[in-house]
């Protein structure tokens, strides 16, 4: 059933309850909508509830949670939503949750550990909170989780290495977050990192170093400089995202360690002004972006040493 953009729609009917083989409910941007009638939980079937730019929705029922079906509920854009209902934990077969820019949004319930089928977390933009409940180290099955934007966050449990099927962690532009864990390299399966415009990084945890495979983003970081000495020690790394960073004028001497480096991103590093003739000793490198990097000299003179690149921007 698809309703959506239907912009005078303030309620539904209670007879909803009469679809009982209903699969997909689509109310996004239904925006003067405030709530749910309690029949709702009658959707027995209902495996995928989309919500999204509902600005006027407050609560969710806690009927809600009687859809045991439900794989996928999308919340994103309910402005208006400070809270979730406890009785969460009943959404067992839930594998995709997604909470983008509920920017009201002060917390989760302690009970989201019971979403044992939980494999994507979205709260990008839920820029009200502070912190994850301890409980979510109970997510076994989750492999992605984005925290981008929640510039009110702050702080994760230690106990986050228990998230041990984790391959995508986001936490680009967490501003007042204050410093990644040595846990974080306990996530053995973690393939994607994004750090980027995370303006209070200042050191990167040197065990991360032991993360295999993985792709790392610190566009826009403002302490780059330092964190550079680092970096080179990563030589797991695969793939690398520098972009945007106007102060950044060359590369260390040490980039040569990054032995697994498949792709190098410089792009808009408008003061880069060369490439070191170490660089071109990363044999694994295939794609190289130095475009709008306006400063750069000497460019056809360095590249005659890079015979692995596939594509150069």
């Not at 939980?41 to 999204?52: F, I, P, V």
């Not at 391959?167 to 053995?188: V, W």
């Not at 209070?200 to 983003?217: A, G, R």
Request: proline fraction near 2%; charged fraction near 15%; include cysteine.
């Amino acid at each position: 059933l698809d309703l959506s953009e239907c912009s005078s729609l303030t309620s539904l009917p209670h007879k909803i309850a009469n679809l009982s083989s209903l699969k997909w409910l689509n109310l996004w941007s239904c925006s003067i909508l405030t709530s749910l009638p309690h029949e709702i939980a009658n959707l027995s079937s209902l495996t995928k509830l989309d919500l999204r730019g509902c600005s006027s929705l407050t609560s969710l029922s806690h009927e809600i949670t009687n859809l045991f079906s439900l794989i996928k509920l999308d919340l994103r854009g309910c402005s208006s939503l400070t809270s979730l209902p406890h009785e969460i934990a009943k959404f067992s077969s839930l594998t995709k949750f997604d909470l983008r820019t509920c920017s009201s949004l002060i917390s989760l319930p302690h009970k989201i550990k019971n979403l044992s089928s939980l494999t994507s977390l979205h709260l990008s933009g839920c820029s009200s909170l502070t912190s994850l409940p301890y409980e979510i180290i109970n997510l076994s099955s989750m492999t992605k989780l984005d925290l981008s934007g929640c510039s009110s966050f702050i702080s994760f449990s230690h106990e986050i290495a228990n998230l041990s099927s984790l391959k995508f962690f986001n936490l680009k532009r967490c501003s007042n977050f204050i410093s990644l864990l040595y846990e974080i390299a306990n996530l053995f399966s973690l393939t994607i990192l994004d750090l980027s415009r995370y303006s209070s990084l200042s050191s990167l945890p040197h065990v991360i170093e032991n993360l295999s495979s993985l792709t790392l983003d610190l566009s826009g970081c403002l302490s780059l400089a330092s964190l550079l000495y680092e970096i080179t020690n990563l030589s797991y790394l695969k793939w690398l995202k520098l972009s945007r960073y106007s102060n950044f004028t060359s590369l260390s001497h040490e980039i040569s360690n990054l032995s697994s480096l498949k792709w190098l991103n410089l792009k808009r590093c408008s003061s880069f002004i060369s490439l070191l003739h170490k660089i071109a000793n990363l044999s694994s490198l295939k794609i190289l972006d130095l475009s709008r990097c306006s400063s750069l000299k000497n460019l056809l003179k360095e590249l005659a040493n890079f015979s692995s690149l596939a594509s150069l921007n």
